[in-house]
């Protein structure tokens, strides 16, 4: 697998990647994750609170949900341990955060979109691995593409996924040791950041809590995430596409 790191300003001189990993540890798609795992059928990707705003105007039982402390207008905070025991059985979720969803959005037109945390790492990597071996850019959200969470979660997938080709293991511990020692880590334990609990950090370090991966995907021009559990359907579309392009060469 050819990898590259690159900060959300980086993808505006490059060209949309045939594949992209958009990383957010804390805390935006360990959030997404729970809110899968508590039941949400999708979740919207919104662009800025005004657009989460407007799409709840249109949708009143559809959950809007943003970074920071409790406002009008919004349901939830992104907290995953605030999360955590809310029941979103069947339904929509708005996320709008600082760094994830911008992420997600910078590579909306991507081919294959999955987006990432520690909490869903393994079943990202089986995604990769099944697509075989190509160009994959992982979009690193925090702190201009120098959140240490977010690399240390980037390069355990990259990681992960090249090593299980060669058939070697994969330690986490030095991963988890970076992000556990990272800036957002700090801010969010000392209560720096507002809209938080004291277990975020423990839950957002939770290797391989869900057994499926997150596709963001366009659907009637709003980015919309899904779970999904089976690693071959995902890859399927991308790895032939690549294998139509290896013919036409």
């Known amino acids: 697998m050819d990898a590259q790191f690159l900060g959300i300003d980086d993808l505006a001189t490059t060209t949309p990647p045939p594949v992209a990993v958009v990383v957010d540890v804390m805390r935006?798609?360990?959030?997404?994750?729970w809110a899968?795992?508590?039941g949400a059928e999708k979740i919207v990707l919104s662009g800025s609170l005004d657009e989460s705003l407007a799409l709840k105007a249109r949708h009143p039982e559809w959950v809007t949900l943003k970074d920071g402390p409790p406002a009008p207008g919004f349901d939830a905070v992104n907290s995953p341990a605030l999360l955590r025991s809310v029941d979103l059985g069947g339904r929509t979720v708005v996320q709008?955060?600082?760094a994830g969803t911008v992420g997600a959005l910078a590579?909306?037109?991507?081919?294959?979109?999955l987006c990432a945390s520690f909490v869903v790492a393994g079943a990202t990597a089986e995604v990769l691995r099944a697509g075989g071996s190509g160009s994959v850019t992982f979009v690193v959200t925090g702190e201009d593409g120098k959140a240490d969470e977010d690399l240390a979660c980037a390069q355990y997938i990259a990681r992960r996924v090249t090593e299980a080709d060669s058939g070697a293991g994969s330690d986490a511990a030095e991963f988890l040791r970076r992000a556990g020692g990272s800036r957002a880590a700090s801010e969010l334990a000392e209560g720096v950041r507002q809209?938080?609990?004291?277990d975020d950090v423990a839950l957002c370090l939770e290797l391989d809590r869900f057994p499926f991966t997150m596709v963001a995907a366009l659907e009637?021009?709003?980015?919309v995430l899904r779970p999904h559990t089976a690693p071959s359907s995902v890859a399927a579309p991308w790895a032939g596409e690549r294998a139509a392009g290896r013919a036409s060469a």
Do not use: E
């Not at 935006?28 to 994750?33: G, K, L, Y």
């Not at 590579?107 to 979109?113: E, F, I, N, S, W």
């Not at 809209?195 to 004291?198: D, E, K, R, S």
């Not at 009637?220 to 980015?223: A, E, G, K, V």
């Open 96 to 98: 709008k955060t600082t």
């Open 107 to 113: 590579v909306k037109d991507a081919p294959l979109v």
């Open 28 to 33: 935006a798609f360990t959030v997404a994750a």
């Open 36 to 38: 899968f795992a508590r």
């Open 220 to 223: 009637d021009s709003l980015m």
């Open 195 to 198: 809209g938080a609990h004291p």
